[in-house]
């Protein structure tokens, strides 16, 4: 049996989840290379006998939720069922209590075990099956700008108005993608690009609950949707079917969707310290997403060409790759191709067009294989991947693909973008 930490004569430091600052946003149960996390419509939770320590779920982690311990006798190890049911962490036991279990705290033979160091490496290519998020990084660009986060937790949101709304996605077209504008005022919200914030939708759930903050990638460059103001831009599908295809009501996507100029909104954040954008010279961006994934990809599209424009900064290769079932749900076609081709080199995939083969940005990736190996070979290009988790696997195979055929060794390769903050994955 594996367990959280190291047990010493039943003892361990089980890993707890904090779901009063938890958003929701599914990243540690994504992440977690043994499948330890889990969740429900309530909490997200982490199994006691699973957990192996590795903090592979620590870094990637928005809040800071994840990273909370508590000494227990192993005989009294929270259970799922009761972790499920938290709306706050219990207390750390008392020096009484774990001494009544037979936990002695300060002299004595027996030794509270420690939260366990993270690794500093990546997992060791082919010791077991390809897993891409191994190979994501957890440390920003080294030229990144410095990210506020958590100004705003939970626990005390701030007020945003809605100041634009309107569908991205061809008009009239059932699958809706909103672009909404939200303006902090004078209140401090500062942004990059690649951060995320949270919305409360008002209201409460089937249990009488207040709804949890649900998480929205940033659409906007750092200095505003509308340059010089305060305010920012999310890219927001209205959810109407779950991934079976029943008819359900996506709770905070369809109240952002149906958000109106002058409403309020409460939200909290920001979110993110290592998806961020490099801003050194001639440093090259290969943003690959699929739907609402291009939200961070056209905030750091943007603030390239704001730079561009004004003559003080010489950026590199810029290559988006972006995916969607048909080119009417693809948010923002239009706007894209107003972009000037040596500005930006883009490649759509449509994986639902009638009459045409399914196409995925992997496909694409692999048509433009002497690009990206070039890109591969120098340490200037960072690779984003943000959209639905089933594309991650099959984009990183590709990335392993293009430099092997290249004669690039992936090993090294991988490790060095995980290392130096050069791929970012970022899906749900």
């Known amino acids: ?157 701030t007020t945003a108005t809605v100041v634009g709304n309107f569908n991205c996605t061809e008009a009239g077209f059932e699958s809706e993608t909103h672009h909404v504008v939200l303006d ?50 999310l890219t927001v599908k209205r959810v109407t079917t779950d991934h079976d295809g029943n008819a359900v009501r996506g709770i905070a996507s369809n109240f952002v969707c149906d958000l109106k100029v002058g409403d309020k909104v409460q939200v909290v954040g920001p979110f993110g310290s290592s998806f961020l954008m490099p801003n050194h010279p001639r440093s090259h961006i290969v943003m690959i997403c699929t739907g609402t994934g291009s939200a961070p990809m056209r905030a750091m599209t943007e603030w390239r060409r704001r730079l561009r424009s004004s003559g003080k900064f010489e950026g590199g290769k810029l290559m988006l790759f972006f995916g969607a079932r048909t080119q009417q749900e693809l948010p923002y076609f239009g706007p894209l191709q107003n972009l000037p081709k040596d500005f930006i080199d883009i490649n759509l995939a449509f994986s639902r067009t009638a009459g045409q083969p399914k196409r995925y940005v992997q496909d694409l990736m692999r048509e433009r294989a002497a690009d990206l190996a070039a890109l591969l070979r120098d340490g200037n290009s960072h690779f984003y991947v943000c959209g639905l988790k089933s594309m991650e696997e099959g984009v990183v195979m590709a990335l392993r693909d293009i430099a092997s055929e290249a004669g690039l060794e992936w090993d090294a390769v991988g490790a060095a973008l995980q290392r130096e903050g050069r791929l970012h994955l970022e899906t749900y």
């Open 1 to 157: 049996m594996t367990t959280t930490t190291l047990i010493d004569n039943g003892i361990l430091k089980q890993h707890l989840i904090d779901p009063e600052i938890c958003i929701r946003c599914n990243t540690c149960e994504a992440t977690c290379p043994v499948g330890a996390i889990t969740h429900d419509d309530n909490n997200y939770v982490v199994r006691a006998d699973v957990c192996n320590g590795c903090m592979a779920c620590i870094s990637p982690c928005p809040t800071g939720s994840i990273d909370n311990w508590r000494t227990m006798p192993l005989a009294r190890a929270y259970t799922i069922e009761e972790q499920l049911t938290w709306e706050e962490l219990p207390p750390e036991l008392t020096p009484d209590e774990l001494a009544a279990e037979g936990v002695a705290t300060s002299t004595g033979d027996t030794k509270l075990p420690s939260a366990p160091a993270a690794p500093t490496t990546p997992m060791e290519p082919g010791t077991q099956a390809f897993r891409s998020a191994q190979y994501g990084a957890t440390v920003p660009p080294w030229s990144a700008a410095h990210p506020y986060t958590n100004l705003f937790p939970p626990r005390s949101p």
């Open 184 to 233: 902090f005022g004078s209140m401090p919200f500062p942004v990059l690009e690649g951060q995320s914030i949270g919305i409360i939708p008002p209201g409460t759930d089937a249990l009488g609950k207040a709804h949890h903050a649900r998480q929205y990638s940033i659409a906007s460059p750092r200095n505003g949707e509308r340059p010089g103001y305060n305010n920012l831009a």
